[in-house]
């Protein structure tokens, strides 16, 4: 696969994660019921029917956890927080194995995650432990199907869960590596550009490894993911070492920067979270909030 082939498939999913286009699914009937809230006002004023937008790449997904978020949409688009609708606080689904038709995972729960975000999202995150074609239903839109597939990890090219995360020279301020600006934060370069992911992972410390370039999807996750992993690593201090690479090579933001194309993304952005000794412990893929990004750095021991 060539640079500008992958950059081409990048841009695309970083749409369809932003915002859902191209992968809103649309369920039969209105919406109505609780949603996993006990209210009988959620969904209440929605315009036709209830649409779920996908907001995950489908080309990383490998057995063991699977981490599937999603929003919540109608006929006028992407429901909001400042919307008419009221939304749901947790929503609940199944996942059946679409060959077979067996309901795999009876149910399986989501909350409601939009720390400083306008579009919430809710992510599932269960385990699957084989490849294959799976389908996710919502409870409160059972006519609605999310497909999914499991693939081989040897066909999957970017780092994962379990495996040491590979080292590679990111641009710092000392050194810029031919990308320009290194850091596309409208405030002004990141402080997690001092040293390179490959010194970090020599550095003894857990590596918090951020992927995603703030100034082109600031309506999605890059420029707020950023912005609180900036506020959690105040907090945490010494406790992890945190490094950033933005996807573009240039201000024409037409070409990946070698960062992307070292671990051959087709999306962004990702975040990389590995123990002391540098092994991946976990991945947070095309949308997260600071919420999110507190407990899941706690889950790794990070906190």
Known sequence: MNPSQMFSRRQFFALSATMGAGAVLAAC????GSGGTGSTDVLKGLDGSLQIAKRFSPESIVPGKVRLPLSLADKSGVLGTDGTVTLPDELTAKVIDSETGDVILDSVTA???DENMSVPYW?????????GIYVLTLDIAPDTEVTFQVLKPSDVPMP???DPLPPFDTPTVDNAR?????????????????????????????VVYLIGTPAYCKTG?????????????KILENKAVFVHADVYKDKTAT??????????????PLLYI???????????????DARELREVLAAAGIS
């Open 221 to 233: 996750t890059c420029a707020p993911g950023l912005d609180a992993l900036i506020e959690i690593s």
């Open 160 to 162: 994962k869960v379990g």
């Open 29 to 32: 009937g209105g919406g109505s």
């Open 111 to 113: 909350q409601r995650y």
């Open 123 to 131: 992510p599932f995150v269960f385990n699957i432990k084989k490849e």
């Open 178 to 206: 031919g990308v320009n600006p290194i850091c596309t934060r409208p405030e002004g370069t990141c402080p997690f550009h001092s040293m390179t992911l490959t010194e970090a992972l020599k550095s003894g410390k857990p």
């Open 255 to 268: 070409e990946a920067s070698p960062a992307v194309q070292a671990y051959k993304l087709s999306y962004e």
């Open 274 to 288: 590995t123990d002391a000794q540098g092994v991946q412990i976990d991945r947070l893929d095309a949308i997260f």
